[in-house]
């Protein structure tokens, strides 16, 4: 039948304008027949080919390439897009109906060597058909899939991961069939594909493409093979492509840039990526091809195993059974979308009436031919069946309580991700939950009350299943991590309140620290205690939120007492650190500085001893200040460290600016918890801090020799030094070599004297002229050494003759 008079496609093809071929036959009905009755407005496919000189030459070079997919699914027009042909498609205006009957074919008109021939076969799951429309659809898609070098699978991307709407079963039995039928003397491979439609990216091609490989080799596995091909693999008859096509409504242009890519796939033969390659070429002459599609829909439609039986000639026993696996089987089937959702760790909800569903349905599918036979022998087979059934509802059913369980404990744990997330009911940055114990309540009833709900959905009516169990456990389980959370949020809670405190404390603490008067623990001790009694208040609310016994409030003020103070001490000790600045701070405040806090000019009338000692005792009474803490009132006195007047042996004061006095730990029993630093960690800050002082000492004796040497020459010296070196000055004046030399050693004089730097310079070359003459000395004893003990010294031939 020609297509004049059809719904046309859309001008807006994307495609050249090229002669669009008008040859567009019916060749199978739609009752199945083959075509053959002619007249002016229907060919048959017979005449349309005898017509084509130049495709009944081709010989072997040509494809045969076939669509398979859902009615209304868009075939026609892609095939129209891709291949420049004419096939009726659906005007969507005038309603969602089928368009095309049986199966049509045409051939492409492409700007292209290569020569196809174009098969549009009849949707799948059509209202038209009613019951008989799988029958049918097996048919033609198992003739498509024969003729085919390249079969088409159009299908929708939503379709994926179902059995019946992607026509997973579909594709069984025409693998099945094929393999029966045709491939027992043929290595032939036919290219599979799948054009998935309305992809818009969300879900990775590559995904699909593995998800819909996986059901094809599962489709595989449960073939009913022929012996010789038992252990074969879908891959060893059937090559497999992917591609998607994008919405053709809401993204047209996509849609036809798409389409233009995957058609210039049909026509670069010398590309990579070509498809219609000729290893998938049938080797069927082209002027045989009309024979042999007649012997291959004539084999198909003969062939019982594609029909249900309709004849039931059997006993009861062997029928019955027959009823119940092919009632069971479709349960299966059925099941399976459930199955696979529970396999993959999802709750499948509404599994009990679903469950119901099911089993009455495969028990009515059952009943139907069941009753025409021995009433007795069909009641028992339909016990069994039952049983068989609930069986297999059961094992799911104990794997969605078993994933019920875990999703309720994710269930709790959100609604405490969420409340600890949730600012009005967390303090901000502590993950403090308020009135826990009214919160904890709730979310056990609320966890509880999902299981509950899930699990009771989950039953199959009247099947008497029991989850108690399950539920008493899900119950402990909660309990106990309530408990562990409470543990967790009482130990924040008390981090929480030490952090408030020295929150309070840290400024005030840094101040008093910093200026280290006599009454610092004092000062310490009461803003402790302040801040203690004020949040101690907030602390026994909090705790009693947590429906903690009194007892238990108690001990825990007292530990947070306690914490407070090592958290103090731990404070201190990190202030400590800073003590040799403090103390070096204060040493220059009383020695370097005078009483108005200017620098210091000493005079040979100032007691550098004396000012030396105070000024370094008072910066050496912050070793004893921050050595150990002092909080009770009876403390505030207490020395750790105190002074040994009778040790040491370094001299007196005046002489080297080394105390007699040295540090020694207080006689006094003390507490080792109030410890921050250690008598050895305090005598080595004394003896870092003496040594570094001595410099300061030294200098200031220093400055005062210079002040004392600064008198002048008296007259008498100079008019003899111009007498008696009255010829040493003339003979430097007329040598240019002691004449620059002279300027250069009195220029530096000059200089250091200006800088007051002729003391430190003279005591540097003192030290420097020590250490040279030190080495000059260790170089003669060795050389006096490797004399005595060398064998030809004169020494050691002495030796030997004595």
Same mark, same amino acid.
């Given at each position: 039948?020609?297509?004049?008079?059809?719904?046309?496609?859309?001008?807006?093809?994307?495609?050249?304008?090229?002669?669009?071929?008008?040859?567009?036959?019916?060749?199978?009905?739609?009752?199945?027949?083959i075509?053959?009755?002619?007249?002016?407005?229907?060919?048959?496919?017979?005449?349309?080919?005898s017509?084509?000189?130049?495709?009944?030459?081709?010989?072997?070079?040509?494809?045969?390439?076939?669509?398979?997919?859902?009615?209304?699914?868009?075939?026609?027009?892609?095939?129209n897009?891709?291949?420049?042909?004419?096939?009726?498609?659906?005007?969507?205006?005038?309603?969602?109906?089928?368009?095309?009957?049986?199966?049509?074919?045409?051939?492409?008109?492409?700007?292209?060597?290569?020569?196809?021939?174009?098969?549009?076969?009849?949707?799948?799951?059509?209202?038209?058909?009613?019951?008989?429309?799988?029958?049918?659809?097996?048919?033609?898609s198992?003739?498509s899939?024969?003729?085919?070098?390249?079969?088409?699978?159009?299908?929708w991307?939503?379709d994926?991961?179902?059995?019946?709407?992607?026509?997973?079963?579909?594709?069984?039995?025409?693998?099945?069939?094929?393999?029966?039928l045709?491939?027992?003397?043929?290595?032939?491979?036919?290219?599979?594909?799948?054009?998935?439609r309305?992809?818009?990216?969300?879900?990775?091609?590559?995904?699909?493409k593995?998800?819909?490989?996986?059901?094809?080799?599962?489709?595989?596995?449960?073939?009913?093979?022929?012996?010789?091909?038992?252990?074969?693999?879908?891959?060893?008859?059937?090559?497999?492509?992917?591609?998607?096509?994008?919405?053709?409504?809401?993204?047209?242009?996509?849609?036809?840039?798409?389409?233009?890519?995957?058609?210039?796939?049909?026509?670069?033969?010398?590309?990579?990526?070509?498809?219609?390659?000729?290893?998938?070429?049938?080797?069927?002459?082209?002027?045989?091809?009309?024979?042999?599609?007649?012997n291959?829909?004539?084999t198909?439609?003969?062939?019982?195993?594609?029909?249900?039986?309709?004849?039931k000639?059997?006993?009861?026993?062997?029928?019955?059974?027959?009823?119940?696996?092919a009632?069971?089987?479709?349960?299966?089937?059925?099941?399976?979308?459930?199955?696979?959702?529970?396999?993959?760790?999802?709750?499948?909800?509404?599994?009990?009436?679903?469950?119901?569903?099911l089993?009455?349905?495969?028990?009515?599918?059952?009943?139907?031919?069941a009753?025409?036979?021995?009433?007795d022998?069909?009641?028992?087979?339909?016990?069994?069946?039952?049983?068989?059934?609930?069986?297999?509802?059961?094992?799911?059913?104990?794997?969605?309580?078993?994933?019920?369980?875990?999703?309720?404990i994710?269930?709790?744990?959100?609604?405490?991700?969420?409340?600890?997330?949730?600012?009005k009911?967390?303090?901000?940055?502590?993950?403090?939950?308020?009135?826990?114990?009214?919160?904890?309540k709730?979310?056990?009833?609320?966890?509880?009350?999902?299981?509950?709900?899930?699990?009771k959905?989950?039953?199959?009516?009247?099947?008497?299943?029991?989850?108690?169990?399950?539920?008493?456990?899900?119950?402990?389980?909660?309990?106990?991590?309530?408990?562990?959370?409470?543990?967790?949020?009482?130990?924040k809670?008390?981090?929480?309140?030490?952090?408030?405190?020295?929150q !309070?404390?840290? $400024?005030?603490?840094?101040?008093?620290? +910093?200026?280290?008067?006599?009454? @610092?623990? *004092? /000062?310490?001790? =009461?803003?402790?205690?302040?801040?203690?009694?004020?949040?101690?208040?907030?602390?026994?609310?909090?705790?009693?939120?947590?429906?903690?016994?009194?007892?238990?409030?108690?001990?825990?003020?007292?530990?947070?007492?306690?914490?407070?103070?090592? !958290?103090?001490? $731990?404070?201190?000790?990190?202030?400590? +650190?800073?003590?040799?600045?403090? @103390?070096? *701070? /204060?040493f220059? =405040?009383?020695?370097?500085?005078?009483?108005?806090?200017?620098?210091?000019k000493?005079?040979?009338?100032?007691?550098?001893?004396t000012?030396?000692?105070?000024?370094?005792?008072?910066?050496?009474?912050?070793?004893?200040?921050?050595?150990?803490m002092?909080?009770?009132?009876?403390?505030?006195?207490?020395t750790?460290?105190?002074?040994?007047?009778?040790?040491?042996?370094?001299?007196?004061?005046?002489?080297?600016?080394s105390?007699?006095?040295?540090?020694?730990?207080?006689?006094?029993i003390?507490?080792?918890?109030?410890?921050?630093?250690?008598?050895?960690?305090?005598?080595?800050?004394?003896?870092?801090?003496?040594?570094?002082?001595?410099?300061?000492?030294?200098n200031?004796?220093?400055?005062?020799?210079?002040?004392?040497?600064?008198?002048?020459?008296?007259?008498?010296?100079?008019?003899?030094?111009?007498?008696?070196?009255?010829?040493?000055?003339?003979?430097?004046?007329?040598?240019p070599?002691?004449?620059?030399?002279?300027?250069l050693?009195?220029?530096?004089?000059?200089?250091l004297?200006?800088?007051?730097?002729?003391?430190?310079?003279?005591?540097?070359?003192?030290?420097?002229?020590?250490?040279?003459?030190n080495k000059?000395?260790?170089?003669?004893?060795?050389?006096?050494?490797?004399?005595?003990?060398?064998?030809?010294?004169?020494?050691?031939?002495?030796?030997?003759?004595?």
């Amino acid at each position: 039948m020609s297509s004049t008079g059809e719904t046309e496609q859309s001008t807006s093809t994307g495609i050249p304008p090229e002669q669009i071929v008008s040859e567009i036959v019916q060749f199978i009905d739609h009752n199945g027949e083959i075509v053959k009755e002619e007249n002016d407005q229907k060919k048959s496919f017979l005449s349309c080919l005898s017509e084509r000189a130049d495709f009944l030459t081709r010989g072997f070079d040509y494809s045969v390439i076939a669509i398979l997919g859902p009615q209304s699914s868009g075939k026609s027009t892609l095939l129209n897009l891709l291949f420049n042909t004419k096939f009726a498609v659906m005007d969507s205006v005038s309603g969602r109906r089928q368009t095309t009957q049986g199966v049509w074919m045409g051939i492409a008109n492409m700007n292209s060597p290569e020569t196809y021939l174009i098969l549009d076969v009849e949707g799948t799951d059509g209202r038209e058909r009613g019951e008989d429309e799988k029958a049918f659809e097996r048919k033609t898609s198992l003739f498509s899939l024969v003729l085919s070098s390249v079969l088409i699978i159009n299908m929708w991307v939503h379709d994926i991961g179902r059995y019946n709407a992607a026509n997973i079963a579909l594709l069984k039995t025409v693998f099945e069939l094929n393999l029966q039928l045709f491939q027992k003397k043929s290595s032939h491979k036919t290219l599979l594909l799948f054009i998935i439609r309305d992809h818009d990216g969300q879900t990775p091609l590559d995904q699909l493409k593995t998800t819909l490989l996986q059901d094809i080799n599962n489709v595989w596995t449960e073939l009913s093979k022929p012996k010789e091909y038992v252990n074969s693999k879908v891959a060893d008859f059937f090559d497999f492509e992917f591609t998607s096509l994008p919405h053709k409504v809401y993204c047209p242009d996509q849609f036809l840039e798409q389409a233009s890519l995957l058609r210039n796939r049909f026509l670069e033969a010398n590309s990579d990526d070509f498809i219609p390659k000729k290893q998938y070429r049938h080797d069927i002459p082209a002027d045989g091809l009309y024979q042999y599609s007649n012997n291959v829909w004539e084999t198909i439609k003969t062939n019982k195993d594609l029909d249900l039986p309709t004849q039931k000639e059997m006993l009861a026993l062997f029928r019955c059974d027959e009823f119940v696996e092919a009632s069971y089987q479709q349960f299966v089937v059925e099941l399976k979308p459930i199955r696979e959702k529970i396999e993959k760790g999802r709750i499948y909800e509404g599994f009990g009436d679903k469950g119901k569903q099911l089993l009455q349905a495969c028990l009515e599918s059952y009943d139907q031919p069941a009753s025409r036979y021995h009433a007795d022998t069909a009641a028992k087979k339909r016990s069994g069946l039952s049983d068989r059934v609930l069986l297999e509802l059961r094992t799911l059913f104990n794997k969605q309580m078993e994933k019920l369980y875990e999703k309720s404990i994710d269930f709790y744990k959100n609604l405490v991700q969420e409340t600890v997330g949730t600012k009005k009911t967390a303090e901000s940055g502590s993950q403090l939950i308020t009135h826990y114990s009214v919160w904890a309540k709730n979310v056990k009833q609320s966890t509880i009350d999902y299981y509950s709900a899930i699990a009771k959905d989950s039953v199959v009516p009247d099947a008497n299943w029991d989850y108690s169990q399950d539920l008493q456990e899900l119950e402990e389980k909660i309990t106990n991590e309530l408990e562990t959370l409470k543990e967790n949020q009482l130990n924040k809670l008390a981090k929480f309140m030490r952090d408030i405190v020295f929150q !309070q404390i840290g $400024q005030p603490l840094v101040k008093i620290t +910093e200026q280290a008067r006599d009454d @610092m623990w *004092k /000062r310490i001790a =009461e803003l402790l205690s302040d801040a203690l009694s004020k949040n101690e208040i907030d602390y026994r609310k909090r705790l009693q939120d947590f429906d903690v016994k009194e007892e238990t409030i108690e001990d825990t003020i007292k530990t947070f007492r306690s914490n407070a103070r090592d !958290q103090l001490r $731990q404070k201190m000790k990190e202030r400590s +650190e800073f003590l040799p600045l403090r @103390m070096r *701070k /204060r040493f220059e =405040e009383c020695f370097s500085l005078d009483d108005k806090k200017l620098p210091r000019k000493w005079s040979k009338h100032d007691d550098i001893g004396t000012i030396f000692e105070e000024a370094r005792f008072n910066a050496e009474k912050l070793i004893d200040l921050f050595s150990y803490m002092r909080l009770n009132e009876d403390e505030y006195e207490f020395t750790f460290f105190t002074y040994d007047e009778a040790s040491g042996s370094q001299g007196s004061s005046s002489q080297s600016g080394s105390s007699s006095k040295s540090f020694v730990p207080s006689a006094v029993i003390i507490d080792p918890e109030n410890i921050i630093l250690s008598y050895e960690q305090g005598v080595t800050l004394v003896d870092k801090f003496r040594l570094d002082t001595k410099t300061d000492y030294m200098n200031a004796l220093n400055e005062i020799s210079r002040s004392a040497s600064t008198g002048g020459v008296p007259g008498y010296m100079i008019l003899l030094l111009c007498v008696l070196g009255f010829n040493e000055f003339m003979a430097i004046l007329m040598n240019p070599l002691y004449l620059i030399m002279a300027i250069l050693i009195g220029t530096g004089a000059f200089v250091l004297h200006k800088l007051h730097l002729s003391a430190p310079f003279i005591d540097m070359a003192s030290r420097l002229l020590v250490d040279v003459m030190n080495k000059i000395k260790d170089v003669v004893l060795q050389v006096e050494h490797l004399s005595t003990h060398h064998p030809d010294s004169r020494d050691s031939i002495k030796k030997k003759n004595d």
